[in-house]
């Protein structure tokens, strides 16, 4: 039986410094492509100079989440989240310093590098939380802090737009850069702080609160074997990572997901305007309510998740959230795609992304259970996977579009929502990788 939980757990107050690094993060990333059009007219860049920039990015983030993984895997999140929170705040600052008065091929070349580390330093903040979040929560009660932790980077996206357009129109695209750029060291500083990698050694933490974090509900991450999570254990065996079939078909169902997620992140906004008639205002608007939904859905979801883990086990309890999630996610997404009235579309399209993310705690639950020790890791490969899965929806989306007009385009995704499904149902986050 699990000890009773305490009045003011510190593992909650973790938390909040790690829902704080995700919404900085979301902040320091997405800052380019609200200082886009001043940027392009600064430094006399075209359409085809920005998407190589844009690339970038995605090449740096996609390529390090895997080693990024193994970073707090084998130094400990205390270490690894500090190190990155500060690079945040670095590359933030070197991109407001591409000088204007270089060569046209040398600022097209700095930003691309630039933004290429920008990436790759904010690739591994979702892996190394899965460490944080095995260490300082039990099986059957991590998915909601994990659902939460992405409504914080959802909100993150959310205000970026509002409060960097307002700093530009103020200070200029290189003001707003630098005024915010100390937003990662203050994510660094409380981090290094109040954050440890073991709960025993935080003064805060109670015999009370550590027999709770250290209990399971009955819930055993490995019928065979459950070793203890824990980092800067030697070196991290990677390939029994890299080959393991739990993590691979939770790979392949989070990138499915990740589809859905990437047709509303890179395309509903265009397609409100351009196919359904939405003025750009209205389009702004409808798009954040979106968002906004799928805040909602990634705590629901988590909290749910949860539940089910303590009533049905963790190999249940984690599949039925993503399986009936990506099922209503993709018949909610074919019907909006296919709806004659804007509004009964926009209506669906909205509740596809709630459920949509209703997912996202349960997949990080999952890769945290079949991580064990090596959650950071497990976690980097299935978030790869999910990038990778970001750039073909770049490149299949206008396809399907061309070829087949937008209502396929748009409804191509529930046919990945409905393979994410399928591949879930092969994935048993209640078997850990086996390390002996």
């Known amino acids: 039986m699990t000890s009773p939980q305490p009045r003011c757990p ?12 995700s919404f900085v993060s979301y902040v320091l990333r997405a800052n380019l492509s609200i200082a886009a059009p001043a940027m392009m007219e600064d430094l006399s860049l075209s359409e085809a100079d920005w998407g190589l920039v844009l690339a970038a990015f995605t090449a740096g983030y996609a390529l390090f989440q895997f080693p990024g993984g193994m970073l707090g895997d084998r130094f400990g999140p205390r270490k690894a989240l500090t190190a990155i929170a500060i690079a945040w705040s670095v590359f933030t600052v070197l991109t407001a310093l591409v000088p204007a008065s270089a060569p046209p091929a040398l600022i097209v070349a700095l930003l691309v590098t630039v933004r290429f580390g920008v990436g790759a330093v904010h690739a591994p903040i979702f892996p190394v939380q899965n460490t944080v979040f095995a260490q300082w929560f039990p099986p059957g009660g991590r998915a909601l802090p994990l659902g939460l932790s992405s409504t914080a980077l959802t909100l993150g996206f959310a205000a970026a737009a509002p409060l960097l357009a307002g700093l530009i129109v103020i200070f200029g695209w290189r003001g707003s850069f630098l005024i915010i750029a100390p937003l990662g060291l203050l994510v660094a500083a409380l981090w290094w702080w109040y954050g440890r990698d073991d709960p025993a050694t935080h003064a805060a933490v109670s015999d009370v609160e550590l027999a709770y974090i250290r209990g399971s509900d009955g819930l055993s991450e490995n019928a065979e074997s459950s070793p203890e999570t824990g980092a800067g254990e030697g070196p991290i065996p990677w390939k029994r990572v890299l080959l ?11 990138s499915c997901m990740n589809f859905v997620f990437y047709e509303v992140f890179n395309w509903f906004y265009f397609y409100l305007v351009d196919q359904r008639g939405y003025d750009p205002v209205t389009a702004g608007w409808v798009t954040s309510s979106q968002w906004i939904a799928g805040a909602a859905g990634a705590a629901l979801g988590g909290w749910l998740c949860d539940r089910l883990c303590r009533r049905l086990g963790l190999r249940w309890g984690s599949r039925l959230p993503i399986v009936g999630g990506l099922l209503i996610c993709g018949g909610l997404l074919a019907g909006g795609a296919m709806a004659e009235a804007p509004g009964v579309a926009v209506t669906l399209l909205a509740m596809c992304f709630f459920f949509n993310q209703v997912t996202e705690g349960a997949y990080w639950a999952s890769s945290i259970s079949i991580g064990g ?55 048993r986050a209640d078997r850990t990788i086996d390390l002996t």
């Open 244 to 254: 393991n079939r739990d993590v691979l078909f939770l790979m392949a169902s989070y």
């Open 373 to 427: 020790r090596l959650a950071g890791s497990a976690g980097g490969v299935m978030n790869t996977g999910a990038n990778v899965m970001g750039i073909a929806n770049a490149m299949l989306v206008p396809w399907f579009a061309q070829g087949l007009g937008w209502t396929f385009a748009i409804a191509s995704g529930a046919l990945f929502a409905l393979a994410g499904a399928v591949f879930m149902l092969l994935v």
């Open 10 to 21: 510190v593992r909650w107050r973790i938390f909040v410094v790690i829902a704080l690094g």
